[in-house]
């Protein structure tokens, strides 16, 4: 079974600049979430997706960050304009399915690394 | 609200000795709990869950994990360390709106 797919892996951009991060659930997976992690901190939650609804967007900022996942499958995140807090770890996750806890086990992609100078 | 505590921001421990690392949670009804881990410059990987049933819960690569109602603990544990087990480990606790309240994490460091 392939992996949870994000690409670019790294990523460095000047402050006020936009990037945008894609991601590649596996397949058959209806529950896709963004998570931000900041060095040395556990994973934030950004975004959920279940197939193409958003589940839960309330800690997205709103104001630079978007996300859509069109036909249920991948997704993109977008930051316009960066800002220096957003250097992290912008991570993919997918489940089969939030609602069903046993199922609910989530695996991630490796990451992408966002530098912002 | 719900939370999860990692109370030790780092552990070192031998090789080949026991390993143990902690979390507490605090949640409304029953707690539904997870381990992940973090090797460096990689993505979070499941280790194991509590949903139900018996308290022992085991998981991948030797790990397993003892549920204490009483101390409200999910602590991770393994009988012999290995340097490879050296990485980062994240305790969680999926709450009634199935959300996942995560730990700040836990650095394990095993020394040959």
């Known amino acids: 079974e392939a992996g949870v797919a994000q690409s670019p892996r790294y990523k460095i951009i000047e402050k006020r600049q936009s990037v945008a991060f894609w991601c590649n659930p596996i397949s058959g997976h209806a529950t896709l979430y963004w998570y931000q992690q900041i060095l040395g901190q556990g994973p934030k939650l950004l975004i959920q997706f279940q197939n193409n609804g958003v589940v839960d967007d309330s800690q997205l900022p709103k104001d630079r960050f978007s996300a859509e996942r069109l036909k249920g499958v991948d997704s993109t995140l977008k930051i316009q304009p960066a800002k220096l807090e957003d250097s992290a770890v912008y991570l993919c996750?997918?489940?089969?399915?939030?609602?069903?806890?046993?199922?609910?086990?989530?695996?991630f992609g490796a990451g992408s690394r966002l530098t912002v100078l | 609200a719900q939370s999860v505590a990692q109370p030790e921001d780092q552990v070192n421990v031998a090789e080949g000795n026991p390993l143990t690392v902690k979390c507490t949670y605090s949640?409304?009804?029953?707690?539904?709990l997870f381990w992940y881990v973090q090797y460096p410059n990689r993505g979070l990987q499941f280790l194991l869950k509590?949903?139900?049933?018996d308290n022992l819960v085991k998981g991948s690569y030797g790990f397993e994990a003892e549920f204490n109602k009483s101390q409200t603990s999910f602590h991770l544990k393994k009988p012999s360390a290995l340097v490879s087990d050296s990485a980062l480990y994240f305790c969680?606790?999926?709450?009634?709106?199935?959300?996942?309240?995560w730990g700040a994490g836990t650095k394990l460091i095993i020394k040959p």
């Open positions: 949640v409304s009804g029953n707690p539904y």
């Open positions: 969680a606790s999926m709450d009634s709106n199935y959300q996942l309240i």
């Open positions: 509590y949903i139900t049933g």
């Open positions: 996750a997918s489940s089969p399915s939030y609602t069903s806890i046993g199922a609910n086990v989530l695996t």
